[in-house]
């Protein structure tokens, strides 16, 4: 019977090899073990937040409704109560019982496996007059009207709008969804993703290829721009009038 020393310095490597093929195969867990981890406290609070979303800098420049109110969908946004409405109102209710963590991954699966139809729940939003900066033509498509329709479950579940961050990509620079949303507890940011691209739920440190331009919630908005570079707000601003057309706003 062959015994270890027997073995050729190549099968080692090659076993070497094949493990490392594996390894860059596998999904990176690190951002779900630390939402499985994470400490919420009370979610009715405004929480303790990073300093630097996605190593960014940031800088409130004020309410969106006064900000963007030009943006705002003319006039009242019928609401219809369709059936993807109801059975999401059914949802929202059967989440209640369960524990912070329960509810956020609850309204991100459910969210996420609605696709189109999320966009009836993001009209609850869209209707309202700091939502629209996200009518540009910048951040259109099904990841907005997700990242929306999420935001607006968890405010009906009672979480502080301050833990909660609608993320607005440069669009021209970053590769990833538009639109994300962010919800921050036990001083850290998770990202919650839509589903094709990112579908997880991940901390905003793991991915440094997103590039914040703006970020709001229906309280706040933000500017952001580059930490540690020759980046400045007053570019970030350049940048956010003409790139996303908001010079008119």
Same mark, same amino acid.
């Given at each position: 019977?062959? +015994?270890?020393?027997?073995?050729?310095?190549?099968?080692?490597?090659?076993?070497?090899?094949?493990?490392?093929?594996?390894?860059?195969?596998?999904? %990176?867990?690190? =951002?779900?073990?630390? !939402?499985?981890?994470?400490?919420?406290?009370?979610?009715?609070?405004?929480?303790?937040?990073?300093?630097?979303?996605?190593?960014?800098?940031?800088?409130?420049? $004020?309410?969106?409704?006064?900000?963007?109110?030009?943006?705002?969908?003319?006039?009242?946004?019928?609401?219809?109560? +369709?059936?993807?409405?109801?059975?999401?109102?059914?949802?929202?209710?059967?989440?209640?019982?369960?524990?912070?963590?329960?509810?956020?991954?609850?309204?991100?699966?459910?969210?996420?496996?609605?696709?189109?139809?999320?966009?009836?729940?993001?009209? @609850?939003?869209?209707?309202?007059?700091?939502?629209?900066?996200?009518?540009?033509?910048?951040?259109?498509?099904?990841?907005?009207?997700?990242? @929306?329709?999420?935001?607006?479950?968890?405010?009906?579940?009672? !979480?502080?709008?301050?833990?909660?961050? @609608?993320?607005?990509?440069?669009? *021209?620079?970053?590769?990833?969804?538009?639109?994300?949303?962010?919800?921050?507890? =036990?001083?850290?940011? !998770?990202?919650?993703? %839509?589903?094709?691209?990112?579908?997880?739920?991940?901390?905003?440190?793991?991915?440094?290829?997103?590039?914040?331009?703006?970020?709001?919630?229906?309280?706040?908005?933000?500017?952001?721009?580059?930490?540690?570079?020759?980046?400045?707000?007053?570019?970030?601003?350049?940048? @956010? *009038?003409?790139?996303? $057309?908001?010079?008119?706003?």
């Amino acid at each position: 019977m062959f +015994t270890s020393q027997f073995i050729s310095p190549a099968t080692h490597w090659n076993a070497v090899a094949d493990r490392i093929r594996q390894w860059q195969r596998e999904p %990176d867990m690190s =951002g779900a073990t630390a !939402f499985d981890t994470a400490q919420w406290g009370d979610i009715s609070l405004s929480p303790n937040r990073p300093s630097r979303l996605f190593g960014y800098e940031e800088r409130n420049l $004020g309410q969106p409704s006064d900000l963007f109110a030009s943006l705002a969908a003319g006039g009242a946004v019928q609401v219809s109560r +369709t059936s993807p409405l109801r059975n999401w109102r059914n949802m929202i209710d059967r989440l209640k019982p369960y524990s912070v963590r329960g509810q956020v991954a609850g309204v991100h699966t459910y969210i996420n496996q609605m696709n189109g139809a999320a966009d009836d729940v993001a009209t @609850l939003a869209r209707s309202k007059p700091w939502s629209g900066v996200l009518n540009c033509s910048s951040w259109p498509g099904p990841e907005t009207g997700k990242a @929306l329709a999420k935001y607006v479950s968890l405010r009906f579940l009672g !979480f502080h709008p301050d833990r909660l961050r @609608l993320v607005l990509a440069d669009t *021209l620079n970053s590769p990833r969804n538009p639109v994300v949303l962010v919800v921050f507890f =036990g001083g850290k940011a !998770f990202v919650l993703g %839509d589903g094709n691209n990112d579908g997880g739920i991940t901390t905003d440190d793991r991915l440094p290829d997103f590039r914040p331009g703006c970020s709001l919630n229906a309280r706040q908005f933000y500017l952001h721009w580059a930490a540690n570079s020759n980046d400045s707000p007053a570019e970030a601003a350049t940048r @956010l *009038l003409n790139q996303f $057309g908001l010079a008119a706003a």
